[in-house]
C-alpha cells in the first residue's frame, strides 16, 4: 500500500460523513479547471486537491466556485493550502466532492517546485489509468480523481474550441437577462478559447490500447487569454511548447490529474498536468 505524510494511503475515497452539517477541512490545491458557463454566477470552476489534515485522507473535489467574483486578497494558486467549510455535495455521487463556502476559505502556504510539492504527492502517483476506467464503470461511487503516471504520451491534439453549446450559451444569456448594472461585480460574459485539445497516451497497464483524453486545465485557458493578439498559429505553438514539450520532457517525471463527469462517470478528463523534475 502506497504511503503519505501521514502513513498508509487506501486506494478508494472515503464516504461522505452522514448529514449535511458543516465540515471544516484543509486542502492542498493541486487541480484549477478552465470556467465553465452557470446562470446563476456566469462561470463556475472545479477545483480539486488532496485533504491535508490528520482526519482525511485522499482526494476532494470543490464545485462551485466563482473566482471571478472573488476579492483579490481572497484568490488563491494551484498547490497552496486553503482552510475552509464545506457541505457534501449531495447532488453528486462521487465520494470526493463537497460544495464549498467561499465566505468560509482561509489562504495557507504555498508549496515551491518542486522537491517539497514531491513530499506530499509522490505516493498518489498511480500507474493504470485502464484500471480507474475499469472500476467507474463498474460502480458508480468508484474513484473519480487521480493522478497517473503515462507510459507514453504521443501526441497533444489542438483544434479551434466550437464554441458554447446551446445549453452552455443558454446558461450565459440567463445570466445576462439578470444582470443588475448597479452592481459593481465584474459581468461580462464568459468568452470561450479559441482552442480546446486532448492528450493521446498509453499508460503501464499491460496491454493498453491507449487513452484519449480532453485538457481541461485553467492554464491551457489562460495562455490562450493572455495571447489574445496573436495569431492562431503562433498561439497553437506556444500552446504546444508548454503543455508537451516543457511538461514532457526527458528531465521531467510527469502524471495526469484525471477526474470524470458526475453524469458519465466512465468519461475522464485530464484536469492538470504534474511534470517535477526527475
Known amino acids: 500500500m502506497a504511503q503519505t505524510l501521514f502513513g498508509p494511503l487506501g486506494h478508494e475515497p472515503d464516504p461522505k460523513p452522514v448529514g449535511d452539517l458543516r465540515t471544516r477541512m484543509t486542502v492542498l490545491v493541486t487541480v484549477k479547471a478552465a470556467p465553465n458557463p452557470s446562470e446563476k454566477y456566469g462561470e463556475t470552476v472545479c477545483l480539486a486537491g488532496i485533504h491535508a489534515d490528520l482526519i482525511r485522507r485522499g482526494w476532494v473535489r470543490l464545485y462551485p466556485i466563482n473566482f471571478r467574483d472573488l476579492p483579490i486578497q481572497d484568490a488563491f494558486n494551484k498547490y497552496q493550502f486553503i482552510t475552509l467549510e464545506a457541505f457534501p455535495a449531495r447532488n453528486d455521487q462521487r465520494r470526493e466532492s463537497w460544495r464549498p463556502v467561499l465566505s468560509s476559505i482561509v489562504k495557507g502556504d504555498t508549496l515551491k517546485p518542486w522537491k517539497p510539492r514531491r513530499s506530499w504527492l509522490d505516493e498518489y502517483v498511480e500507474d493504470s ?104 498559429p503562433e498561439i497553437r505553438a506556444q500552446l504546444e511548447a508548454r503543455f508537451l514539450t516543457t511538461m514532457f520532457d526527458a528531465s521531467r517525471d510527469p502524471a495526469f490529474y484525471v477526474g470524470n463527469q458526475a453524469k458519465r462517470a466512465h468519461v475522464f478528463s485530464v484536469l492538470g498536468v504534474y511534470y517535477p523534475q526527475r
Do not use: T
Not at 444582470?179 to 464568459?190: A, N, T
Not at 496491454?207 to 483524453?213: A, F, N, P, R
Open 129 to 232: 489509468m485502464c484500471r480507474l476506467n475499469a472500476d467507474a464503470r463498474a460502480r458508480s461511487d468508484a474513484k473519480s480523481l487521480a493522478l497517473v503516471r503515462p507510459r507514453e504520451v504521443y501526441q497533444l491534439r489542438i483544434a479551434p474550441h466550437p464554441g458554447w453549446n446551446p445549453d452552455e450559451q443558454r446558461k450565459i444569456d440567463q445570466y445576462v437577462r439578470q444582470m443588475d448594472l448597479l452592481d459593481p461585480r465584474d459581468k461580462r460574459p464568459l468568452q470561450a478559447p479559441r482552442f480546446q485539445a486532448r492528450y493521446h497516451y498509453r499508460c503501464y497497464e499491460p496491454g493498453c490500447k491507449g487513452h484519449e483524453q480532453g485538457l481541461l486545465d485553467w492554464e491551457f485557458v489562460a495562455l490562450q487569454r493572455h495571447l489574445a493578439g496573436w495569431p492562431d
